[in-house]
């Protein structure tokens, strides 16, 4: 029981960081209809921010990580959004999905330039302690970064449901033309779709690097799982992109503890081929038609 | 009349430089690339191993270089790909090389050995796998023990110190780990100590929270770890969160200077056998320790010091041989033993079989205070 509430416990805490990564995906799906092949490098890269503050900067952690969420937002939420994705919309994506992979490879390429090829360690947020938990021996970080994850996605939701912003954005991404006849600033709002994916990155980056360290290639899996995620859940729905995660995390250490280490890394992909067969929308999906 | 004579004297040096075969302007440097992980899995212990062999260059070519050449060492980054390995050793043997030195990942010292071994040129790895030397490649030469060597003196520590009746084991599923894991498990059935868990993982693997969850339910009474320098972090930090409390003991990497930097505070308490370590009270290492630090501004683990002593031992081999002839560096090093007191070089009395393998002290290490301290020392074998 103590074995298996803890692997719940640290595939539930991955996997909501997964999920910050993936509705990363949905978020920008909804917004500029594209797939930013480039995710899992938004999540690697401001793990580095963070360490160019403490160690350049000599910045405390607190303001290093506050730092590090701002150049993410600045950088890979406003910059990416005019230079990268703004002149290439209005072409049915492709472009655009194409610019997202050589983007990812210059992320990749230039963080090991600057900060080497080697991982590096990244500070805890939070204690490596214990805990117990109905007689079982818990990790308090994995209660935190689950906890922090899930806040962050309840936040998220709530903002998108409760607030006129959350719902000018939720009109833009279901049908810009008419959101703009109703007089919704559908720029502005894409803007702020772009930004939150930034900082849903960023907050992923922190939470997920004191474990797997800072490290120029993290983005190739995690943007892999990310994007895994995102369709095992239903690319169009937030929450469905928060399922996909969890279930990949739960998935992953379940099999890798009670059948088998070595193809643990298959699970995702056969799941994302059942799925793609049996339920190509995703799990909480909804289909959709496209004319291309 | 001054200026003809001038004039023809000048004309008459360059034709009498011309004049002179290109091999001969060749003989002034002597190539040893370095076949290094430069980025990659391996990319730490490729870039200690090529910043100690361009250490022990700048000493020998300072005093002289050997038989009078200068050494010219190359880099070519095999990005950890056996691969890409085996075509760089190509273009490295195709550039000249008289003698190569490297690669630190087993899987691509196994693929690219193939490829010295049939050009004739002697290669110094510092991988440690035991199927290399076992392939019966009479270029092959280790500057560290195989783990076939390492691993048996772990045996008194389970069974003796920690008086572990049932172990786990934690390895990586690649060359360097199944030799490390196959040895340990011969070992510990000859010891009559139970396995209770066998944990694979891969290579890059970030998630160990699966795998220390299977250790913590095993009952198991200590842990072998046998993982590369990041893994063996990250298993390090996860095994601090779910609060593993059980002896975490491994070969080489586990208390290897990289591990405690990426580690931090989870490194604390492990113990490794290592064959090389900076941090021995030996004064010939800690003469190279204090050399690295100054050249380099860091510190260095043993992958340093293997190749600083890969360009020393390619320099005393081919000073006995009396020339630059591979072969006979080949023959000469076998059986050899190369005595510290009159090749300083080596830093530690160092011999090698018939095979290539290597024997020398060893020693018991253990982290303390996020420091790297010798606990004991294991004579050769």
């Known amino acids: ?292 | 009349m001054m200026r003809r004579t001038v004039a023809t004297l000048a004309i008459a040096s360059v034709a009498a430089l011309m004049s002179l075969p290109s091999a001969l302007l060749a003989q002034e440097t002597v190539k040893i690339p370095c076949l290094c992980e430069a980025s990659g899995a391996a990319a730490v212990s490729g870039t200690n191993l090529s910043d100690g062999a361009h250490l022990a260059i700048e000493e020998i070519n300072a005093a002289g270089g050997i038989l009078g050449k200068q050494i010219e060492m190359v880099n070519y980054d095999t990005q950890s790909d056996p691969q890409v390995s085996r075509a760089l050793m190509q273009k490295a043997i195709d550039d000249g090389a008289y003698a190569v030195v490297g690669t630190v990942f087993s899987g691509s010292t196994i693929v690219n050995m193939l490829v010295s071994q049939q050009a004739g040129v002697p290669q110094f790895t510092g991988s440690e796998a035991p199927n290399i030397t076992a392939q019966g490649n009479p270029y092959i030469f280790r500057t560290a023990s195989s783990a076939a060597k390492g691993v048996p003196s772990l045996t008194p520590y389970f069974k003796d110190t920690l008086k572990a009746d049932k172990v786990a084991v934690a390895w990586v599923n690649n060359e360097f780990g199944k030799g490390g894991h196959d040895v340990f498990v011969g070992e510990m059935e000859k010891a009559g100590i139970e396995i209770v868990a066998d944990v694979s993982s891969e290579q890059g693997q970030a998630d160990f929270a699966a795998d220390i969850s299977k250790i913590k339910e095993s009952g198991a009474k200590a842990v072998f770890v046998y993982l590369n320098e990041e893994e063996s972090a990250r298993l390090l930090r996860e095994a601090k969160k779910q609060g593993l409390s059980i002896p975490l003991v491994g070969e080489v990497t586990l208390t290897g200077q990289k591990v405690i930097e990426l580690a931090g505070d989870a490194a604390n308490g492990a113990y490794a056998h290592v064959g090389l370590t900076t941090g021995a009270d030996v004064p010939s290492i800690r003469e190279f320790a204090d050399k690295f630090n100054a050249r380099y501004n860091r510190t260095t683990d043993h992958n340093g010091i293997k190749g600083y002593i890969a360009v020393y031992a390619i320099k005393y081999l081919t000073e006995l041989v009396g020339g630059f002839d591979r072969e006979a560096l080949a023959k000469k090093a076998h059986g050899l033993t190369l005595d510290v007191a009159t090749y300083p070089g080596m830093l530690l009395t160092t011999s090698w079989d018939d095979k290539g393998e290597l024997s020398r002290e060893s020693f018991m290490t253990q982290v303390v205070d996020g420091k790297q301290v010798v606990i004991g020392t294991v004579p050769a074998n």
Do not use: H
Request: with cysteine; net charge positive; hydrophobic share 60%.
């Open chain 1, 1 to 292: 029981m103590s074995q298996f509430l803890q692997v719940l416990l640290s595939g539930l805490a991955t996997g909501s960081i997964y999920a910050l990564a993936a509705i990363g995906f949905t978020l920008l799906w909804q917004a500029a209809q594209t797939v930013n092949f480039a995710q899992g490098e938004f999540v690697m890269l401001p793990a580095f921010f963070v360490l160019f503050a403490i160690k350049v900067l000599s910045f405390p952690l607190w303001l290093a990580l506050l730092f590090g969420l701002l150049l993410a937002v600045l950088l890979l939420g406003l910059l990416f959004k005019k230079i990268i994705a703004e002149p290439m919309q209005g072409n049915l994506g492709l472009p655009l999905v194409i610019a997202t992979m050589a983007l990812a490879i210059l992320m990749k390429e230039s963080t090991k330039m600057f900060f080497g090829a080697e991982a590096q360690p990244f500070p805890e947020l939070f204690p490596a302690d214990t805990m117990n938990v109905l007689g079982a021996i818990v990790s308090v970080q994995d209660l935190l970064n689950l906890a922090t994850s899930l806040l962050c996605v309840v936040a998220l939701s709530m903002f998108l449901n409760r607030t006129r912003t959350g719902r000018c954005m939720q009109a833009t991404a279901q049908n810009p033309a008419v959101a703009e006849i109703l007089g919704v600033n559908i720029k502005r709002m894409v803007l702020y779709t772009f930004l939150i994916n930034a900082a849903l990155a960023a907050l992923a980056s922190f939470l997920i690097s004191p474990l797997y360290l800072a490290k120029f290639s993290n983005g190739e899996t995690l943007g892999i799982v990310a994007f895994i995620a995102a369709i095992i859940g239903g690319f169009n729905q937030i929450r469905g992109a928060l399922v996909g995660g969890l279930l990949i995390g739960v998935l992953d250490n379940l099999v890798a503890t009670y059948v088998t280490a070595e193809y643990r890394a298959a699970v995702p992909l056969v799941l994302l081929i059942a799925i793609i067969l049996w339920r190509p929308q995703g799990l909480l999906g909804t289909s959709e038609g496209r004319k291309v």
